[in-house]
């Protein structure tokens, strides 16, 4: 069957970075948005770039308590009524930092397990980060799949088993490890960001990438990039060559995407 706006999931990270991260999912029938690491303000202004409106969101899906991730959530949620998910843990970590809400409105989303949204299929898995109980999404339609994979120090076996093959990604390709060795950051903070509950470097996500990506797979975006210790165009060069070199099939049978910490990408269609 021909694939149409109507029946497939469409799909705009709206910002990522170590500042803030927001992406935008939604089909006929269901929109969510996954974190809000913005002010209400600059989400509403961010949404309204790809002509969409906060008032036509179901639901917001939170991955940790991390300030970049939640800092909007709770003003989007009491403006717009929204339903927000996340695991017990996390709920303990950010309930404080959200304000006050409707009992009506809180939403244990456990890790492993799959929640049925409309007519969105989201499976959430663990992930290896600094944060209390750190969990991502994939999001399915119909035969369809979108993996959001950041925040984690490494991507071990089962979480390869767990987002193989996916037609589009959102993965993590935080610093560049020359940049951030040479950088201004304490050594303390270098070492949490290169450890295991830390980041993927360019180069740790392009050779888990390699190890991911399939026959399916036709974007990938890269996500989550540090402020201070990465350029855009570096990140995008090191993950081409490496996944060049990886013959993958990078810019023939997919292609890589960038992201921006404070502009949305074109809405595309799965």
């Not at 992406?23 to 209400?40: A, H, M, N």
């Not at 944060?131 to 959001?148: E, L």
């Not at 070492?191 to 360019?202: A, E, F, P, T």
Request: proline letters at 3%.
């Amino acid at each position: 069957m021909m694939q149409t706006e109507q029946s497939g999931l469409r799909i705009s990270v709206l910002a990522s970075g170590s500042t803030g991260n927001i992406t935008y999912i939604e089909t006929d029938q269901t929109k969510v948005l996954v974190d809000c690491g913005f002010s209400g303000k600059k989400a509403v202004e961010l949404m309204t770039k790809i002509g969409r409106r906060p008032e036509d969101l179901d639901a917001i899906l939170v991955t940790h308590e991390h300030t970049d991730h939640i800092k909007g959530v709770g003003i989007l949620a009491r403006k717009y009524d929204l339903d927000i998910y996340a695991n017990e843990k996390t709920w303990q970590a950010m309930e404080p930092k959200l304000g006050k809400l409707k009992i009506e409105q809180k939403h244990h989303f456990s890790k492993e397990k799959t929640l049925t949204l409309g007519d969105i299929d989201i499976s959430s898995f663990g992930v290896s980060h600094d944060a209390i109980d750190p969990q991502f999404y994939t999001f399915q339609k119909n035969d369809k799949r979108f993996v959001m994979l950041t925040d984690t120090g490494y991507v071990s076996d089962r979480m390869r088993g767990l987002v193989k093959d996916a037609d589009a990604y959102l993965f993590e390709s935080n610093h560049d490890l020359s940049m951030l060795r040479m950088g201004k950051y304490p050594w303390s903070l270098k070492q949490r960001i290169i450890g295991d509950k830390g980041h993927l470097s360019n180069e740790d996500g392009a050779l888990a990438l390699a190890e991911i990506i399939g026959d399916n797979t036709k974007r990938v975006y890269l996500g989550h990039l540090s402020k201070e210790n990465n350029i855009k165009e570096v990140a995008h060069q090191t993950v081409e060559d490496i996944l060049l070199r990886k013959d993958t099939g990078v810019n023939e049978r997919f292609q890589l995407y960038d992201t921006d910490p404070a502009e949305p990408c074109p809405l595309f269609i799965l």
